[in-house]
């Protein structure tokens, strides 16, 4: 019988090894895994930097793609379809680590920016896995919410969504969650300048889906005339060649690592082996990665006297993810935007911090827990 052959992208952690007793695997860079390599293969694990289309795929023994991230739209869905070829994402992998990544953007606008988070109004543009966690995190630290999702809005009734154009006119700060969709409810360029036309004076728009969600020049135009407060942007159009006028102009820009904690990477290697198994009858239905590293400080004091709930919260987060190393290091090289990404640093999700909280202001370990951390007190 002949041996089962995988391509796998070389960055996908935590999978050298696993799936050798079982398969022939050969790890290639993302964007080098072509037509030419594919030929002979059975399958192709891929991120997003692998475009799987008839020009990869046609006339090879592909029977099966699993790509270890919660986008998709790096797949021709249309043509494996077609030509019966099974493809599956990773759902939901990553959600735990961006609702970190808006965390640590959200509580960066607070510090800068000296606003009320009990007066503000959160407007939330995709509620699937990762926009329902940023909207429990924006709950518990005290900010108003507002839903926009409009596939899940027919699915389940409007009670609970608003329109978009009450999203603009109302919030304070709008955060983007949706898939690149070019077909029924497109979000491609959905924010363009006829939308930041309406959205309100002085907003905050944060990105953390695809960049092609958002029309460059509109939202460059919104931010130097001052329509926008300011922007948060991880995700860009034409990556890796991103708009450095756009990064120079946004007070954090990141290389689309929003979803890069190790945590939501182990998740996704998991979720794309398993279903791997499940197609080809293999033995790892519940494979998961056995041992994450620890962090370089896994344990936290905080003297909270003196300090709002918000302030400790604040202090615990960017001890976990320092969201500006990320800003500035792009910033000084956004060349080596590939790079940035390939080579991110470990970074762990709260539950793997344990803060020691000494006088904190009633509501802070409160706070700190619904976030997932474990906590200490005096």
Known sequence: MKRLKIIADEKIPFLRGVLEPFAEVIYLPGNLINHESAMDADALLIRTRTLCDKALLEGTAIKFIATATIGFDHIDVQYCRDRNITWVNAPGCNASSVQQYFI???????????????????????????????????????????????????????????????????????????????????????????????????????????????????????????????????????????????????????????????????NGTAQVVRALAGFFGLPLHDFYPPVLPEPSMPEIVIAGSGKSALQVVQQAVMHTYSIMEDHFRLLRSPQTFEQQRGQYPSRREFPAFTIELLNGKPGAADMLLKLGFKIRTN
């Not at 995190?137 to 009670?159: H, Q």
């Open 104 to 266: 640590a953007s959200l509580l960066t606008i607070f510090d800068t920016s000296a606003v009320d988070f009990s007066k503000m109004t959160l407007g939330i543009i995709g509620v699937g896995n990762v926009g329902s966690r940023v909207q429990a995190a924006a709950r518990i630290l005290g900010l108003n919410v507002k839903l926009n999702d409009p596939p899940r809005a027919r699915r389940e009734g409007r009670a609970g969504f608003v329109a978009l154009d009450e999203i603009l006119e109302t919030c304070d700060i709008i955060t983007l969650h949706v898939p690149l969709n070019r077909d029924e409810d497109s979000t491609f360029h959905l924010f363009n300048k006829d939308l930041f036309g309406k959205i309100r004076d002085r907003a905050w728009l944060i990105n953390s889906s695809r960049g092609e969600v958002v029309e460059t020049g509109a939202l460059k135009r919104a931010l130097s005339s001052g329509k926008l407060s300011g922007a948060i942007v991880d995700v860009w159009e034409n990556e890796p060649n991103i708009d450095t006028v756009l990064m120079s102009q946004v007070l954090i820009s990141t290389p689309h690592i929003a979803g890069y904690s190790t945590d939501g990477k182990a």
